[in-house]
């Protein structure tokens, strides 16, 4: 039987064999594949993308891997709202031709629930996506999945990811895998060859570049947007949120802007709206907190200061005060602080420390827990002051028994310096509240800070309001004594008729004063003004009034002897001057007073400097050098060192001259 050879053309081409060109023959249907387009699951980033330069590096040098077949990984950590996710969105836009396979996102907090994060609902909808059948039974749906990253590389976005297991559990096997979270958690993955890295604020260059990307050219003068970008600390949450308000409001101004986010409760209303989503970034995370880091998160909403620390938080009622700071601190609500202040010290961004004001400002302990708060620094403030000088003249009776106590001068000094914002904060929020006896006996606690490192802008500003606390206390010698510290401060920045107006105010109260000694400290700063004028006989008078008035007080006779041999000294009398420096030398080492010990050599060098005794004016002076550096006073120390180089000059001393010089710079630094 002879054969036939059958042949079909289709579109223009011929075909061996039987070909069907029906979708359906009588009820049978053939299901013709799917179309399947590349997925891209990340939402388009913003027009105003701005300085992730180094963030873009690293993920474009993660492609190296990808090209040569493998898998990278690559982890940001950071506060919420930082710009994590819009990193990554940018970056998939821009990348996304390298991958054929496309880019899929997942926010796992969409699939996080009590037991953990719905893993197998994770890869199902990936594979949904990637146009593949999902297995029912969970490890061939896992499978299949690495079988498809084989076949074509994809970009896996892992949004919101809180611990590394959950970011393994997703990795394909190839392409790359970007995952962001709010938690400290991710570190782990650097065992898997991950990159991981924290996304820090923008800069003020690249917050102000944001504003004008949205804003414009015309609106808002530089300065004002500077201030703008400094308020919201570079958050990226913070700068849109409050272009929200300035675009939907053409006659705001910028300024006016700044000026509401210095109040806690207008600051709440600017940054809780559609663009910001204050409470919608924080409130999951703070949802999540145990008991005891949500009272610490508490603390962090009514505190006055910056920074805070596991002691604070044990003062006012934290319990395992350590342990919730490093739950806060895990998931990037706090940060350390980073200097060389003492023990572990933490802070929060403006942001955060509104989201926590909003969480604590309806609790019935707030005002409780601010009260502690401001005890707390008002007791360690007088440990620190009785550490430093023993015999000062104190009006308040001693406080802070109940808390850690310091080893040193020393250690005391470093508390109190690195504690400086939130104890002007604490005087201030005092202040507001009406506290008045915790006002001034936080200032009279702090004269051994502002006197020995100068901080001249903050003892003025919480001594004005001392004398008000002291006034408002009826408490006339604590008047008299705020006012003379306060014009202290005025004389030391030569502004001596402002010191003259303070000494002319206090000295009104005097006839209510009953201690001796709080007018002795009267004289003593009339003293300083008179021989800032150039009246060293007036002086002399002056510090002899203030000697008498400290009969019997061996610190008090110590510093106005001090002060007395000065004005000698200016008088042309160095003799007299050494001779009553010797005595209190003498005093000072029999009552250990350390302070005057330190101080006591400068004058001496002064005085044998007057009498054209170089040599022993420079042994004396650097013994005061020596004691100023290792007790922290730099101020005092940088004083030596001036007469130092002055000597070294006189006695044509290079080397002498130079080491000083240098030691200054460093101060100076």
Sequence with gaps: MERHEVANTVSGATVGGHVVQAGSIGSVHLHQPREVSTPHQTRPPRETFVNREREIAMLTAALRRVDEGGLAIVAF??????????????????????????????????????????????????????????????????????????????????????????????????????????????????????????????????????????????????????????????????????????????????????????????????????????????????????????????????????????????????????????????????????????????????????HAYACARELPCQEELLERDVAYFRGRASLADRTMGRERLRLQDPSGDDLPGFDSETAAMRWLHAERANLRAAVETASKKGWHGEVWRLCESLWPLYHGRKLYDDWIATHRLGIESAQWDNQPAAVVKMRNQLARAHQERKEYRLAAEQLALATELVPLVTNRRVVGVLYETDGLLCLADGRPGDAVERFTLALAENRGDDHGEIVQSYNLAQALIADGRPEEALTLLAEATARAGRTRDNDMLMKLPLVRARAHRALGQLDLAVVHADDCARQAKERNQYAKEAQAHTLLVTLAEELDDAELAERSRERLRQLAG
């Excluded at 530089?222 to 919201?232: D, K, M, Q, W």
């Excluded at 913070?238 to 000026?259: C, D, E, I, M």
């Design 77 to 354: 950590t950071g506060l919420g709202g930082v710009g994590k996710t819009e990193l990554v969105v940018k970056f998939a836009e821009e990348r996304a031709a390298h991958f054929p396979g496309g880019v899929l996102y997942v926010d796992l907090k969409a699939y996080r629930h009590q037991a953990g994060v719905d893993l197998p609902g994770v890869v199902q909808m990936f594979l949904r996506a990637l146009g593949k059948e999902s297995p029912d039974e969970e490890a061939a749906r896992f499978a299949e999945f690495r079988t498809a990253t084989a076949e074509k590389r994809c970009l896996i976005f892992l949004d919101n990811a809180e611990h590394a297991a959950e970011v393994r559990a997703l990795l394909p096997s190839a392409g790359l895998v970007v995952a962001a979270s709010r938690e400290r958690r991710l570190g782990a993955l650097r065992m898997d060859g991950a990159v991981v890295q924290q996304l820090d604020r923008l800069s003020a260059a690249a917050g102000a570049a944001l504003v004008r990307g949205w804003l414009g050219p015309e609106r808002g003068a530089a300065g004002e947007i500077a201030a703008l970008v400094e308020r919201c600390e570079g958050l990226p949450l913070a700068l849109n949120a409050v272009g929200g308000q300035l675009l939907g409001r053409s006659r705001l101004k910028v300024g006016q802007v700044v000026a509401e986010l210095r109040d806690q409760e207008r600051r709440l209303a600017v940054l809780d709206n559609d663009e910001g989503n204050l409470r919608r970034t924080y409130d999951p995370v703070y949802e999540r907190l145990s008991p005891q880091a949500r009272v610490l998160y508490h603390l962090i909403g009514v505190h006055p200061g910056p920074h805070v620390s596991a002691e604070l938080a044990a003062a006012v009622g934290v319990e395992q005060a350590a342990e919730a700071l490093d739950e806060l601190y895990l998931v990037h609500l706090l940060d350390e602080v980073v200097d060389d202040g003492p023990g572990d010290r933490y802070q929060a961004h403006d942001v955060v420390r509104t």
